[in-house]
């Protein structure tokens, strides 16, 4: 059977040198054992090739650590090893992997099995370099150490090792420790093996030069793909650092909407990862990866970038009449003036009174002074009700005040309205504190999120961030903005982000024109809008049935508006 082995790995050899006669002439008339070695040696180098493409492939970072010590040992059939990184100090070592084969030891990386030994210090107390440690001294030196018996060695301090082995019965041997340097030269680690096997005997061994030389090149591979993963992640960090960093200063920009991003991206990926996980109805074959759910939390973080550029009085609209200032109390120095007036009126009608220039009824005249101060009492009071926003205006209550609006103030000559007709068009406005054109303001902000997303250079697996992004405004029935989208065009990364938006905007209790409502006021309005076709009635369903909305209200509303929910699925 091993002579079958040889044979067809001979044989692979000798298809490598198929363009050169005369060197294949030489290997067939060589020794067996030399041609058995060359054939290991073009197996190892053509592995290593392999497995340089495999670390550069790889980016969850405990997996690549892992995968460097395990192809180590299998290159130098190690019975064991240890995988170190430099601390970001550069000052010690820190145990990353440690493994041994004999013993069924496998501590880090993705074993579960955390390592909490003390990191390797690099400098003594007294600041000088630890040599007597040899993984310290490798680091330190970026030499290579290439030991056969680690009992019969000067220089290095083995004690731990010694009572490793008394320990546990084991026979520490030989030792191959390399540096792991990056493109920089700088060592980020050191990767230390131990106990080399004679593939036949098993007997232990010391580490060859060859072996040695091809450890030191996979540790030079490692080192950069672990620098690469590391930039990567560093990157990617960064980015979405910066994102939730845009985000802060948006929701900063007003007083009244702080949070509001962060909620509606925390509530998003809420939704998300139960809809990952579900088992029925429409959404029960929907999965989102790992880079897929980074993408709609990126999304999510930036769906209101565009406010950047809305401005504050829009944003901070509390009233109809606000601006600068809220001009209801400029409206109020008004009224107080009618009030003067028909004071001095009832005055001017006293004194003709008392100098006989009439017959007035005091009285009466009092009386009728009294009922004009009320009415204008009342006039103000309805504009001062009619200035808070609410869920609806009647048609009845914008007569009123437009006919208040046309009433005049002031002398004859200089004879003005009491309201002008940007005041009396803001007081009418039927929903909320918005003009249908400070609305389209707001609104416009969705097209400038896209606009200013779309110019980003993303990676492929960051692609559809403007699409998700740009439609949490959109609805199932097409009635959304800014494009109208039906069900069928929206993703259902979009369809999420909506619902979270939504409910976030209802049961805020920050907004400059409405309160928080409760749980069952937001969830009763959702229903509605579930059944209308504005949001995604299966996604509801989700949201309701695996009680997201009462995991996300615990967190982040306040326990006053948190009530009894009744809702029919």
């Known amino acids: 059977m091993e002579e079958n082995v040889c044979s067809k790995r001979i044989n692979q050899l000798l298809s490598y040198f198929e363009d050169n006669p005369k060197l294949k002439k030489q290997i067939l008339d060589s020794p067996i054992e030399i041609r058995q070695h060359l054939s290991d040696m073009c197996d190892k180098v053509r592995n290593l090739s392999k497995i340089g493409a495999a670390l550069s492939a790889e980016r969850n970072l405990p997996k690549l650590l892992q995968m460097i010590l395990e192809e180590a040992r299998k ?3 190690s019975d064991g090893g240890t995988l170190y990184m430099m601390s970001d100090d550069e000052k010690s070592l820190r ?52 030991i056969p018996d680690v009992y019969d060695v000067e220089g290095f301090d083995f004690t731990g090792t010694r009572a490793f082995d008394s320990k546990t019965g084991y026979r520490s041997k030989s030792m191959l420790v390399v540096p792991m340097r990056n493109h920089e030269d700088e060592i980020i680690g050191v990767l230390q093996l131990i ?3 004679d593939p036949i005997t098993k007997d232990t061994v010391p580490y060859s030069t060859a072996d040695q030389e091809l450890i030191i090149s996979l540790a030079s591979q490692a080192a950069i793909a672990i620098t690469n993963t590391r930039l990567i992640y560093d990157l990617e960090k960064l980015l979405e650092s910066f994102i939730q960093v845009i985000a802060s200063a948006i929701d900063e920009k007003s007083p009244y909407t702080g949070g509001h991003i962060e909620r509606v991206a925390k509530l998003t990926m809420m939704i998300a990862d139960i809809v990952n996980k579900i088992e029925y109805g429409k959404y029960s074959s929907f999965h989102l990866n790992k880079d897929e759910l980074k ?21 901070d609209k509390s009233t109809k009449l606000e601006t600068i200032y809220d001009r209801i109390n400029t ?11 028909a004071e001095i009126e009832l005055l001017r009608h006293k004194l003709r009174i008392a100098e006989g220039k009439s017959l007035e009824d005091v009285k009466t005249l009092e009386e009728a002074y009294k009922a004009k101060v009320r009415d204008i009492e009342d006039d103000f009071l309805l504009l001062e009700t009619s200035n808070v926003g609410g869920e609806f205006m009647a ?10 609006g046309e009433e005049k103030i002031g002398v004859r000559r200089e004879e003005k309205s009491l309201l002008s007709e940007d005041e009396i068009k803001n007081l009418c406005i039927p929903k909320g504190t918005l003009t249908e054109k400070e609305r389209q303001i707001i609104n416009n902000h969705v097209v400038v999120t896209i606009k200013m997303l779309e110019k980003l250079p993303y990676p492929k697996k960051l ?28 993703s259902t990364q979009a369809k999420m982000m909506a619902l979270a938006d939504i409910f976030e905007a209802l049961t805020a209790k920050d907004r400059p024109y409405k ?21 995604d009635p299966e996604l509801f369903e989700i949201f309701i049935k695996e009680e997201i909305y009462l995991k996300y209200a615990k967190q982040y509303m306040d326990p006053s508006q948190i009530d009894e929910v009744e809702v029919k699925i």
Do not use: C
Not at 331 to 341: S, T, Y
Not at 463 to 490: C, I, M, N, S, W
């Open 75 to 77: 290159f130098t059939k």
């Open 95 to 146: 145990f990353e992997i440690v493994q041994t084969g004999s013993l069924n030891i496998r501590m880090g990386g993705t074993s579960g099995n955390p390592i909490d030994w003390y990191p390797v210090k690099l400098y003594l107390q007294d600041g000088k370099p630890n040599h007597a440690m040899v993984s310290a001294h490798v680091a330190l030196t970026g030499e290579v150490v290439n």
């Open 195 to 197: 106990n080399a096997q």
């Open 295 to 315: 993408e709609l939390r990126i999304a999510s973080w930036m769906h209101d970038v565009g406010k950047i550029t809305t401005p504050e009085y829009v944003v």
């Open 331 to 341: 409206i109020k120095m008004r009224f107080e003036v009618l009030k003067k007036d």
């Open 395 to 404: 048609q009845d209550k914008q007569e009123q005040v437009r006919k208040i």
């Open 463 to 490: 692609r559809r961030v403007p699409e998700f992004a740009g439609g949490h405004h959109e609805k199932l029935d097409g009635t959304g903005y800014p494009d109208g989208l039906k069900d069928e065009q929206l």
């Open 515 to 535: 309160k928080g409502k409760t749980l069952s006021e937001a969830m009763k309005i959702m229903g509605f809008m579930a059944k209308d076709r504005h949001i």
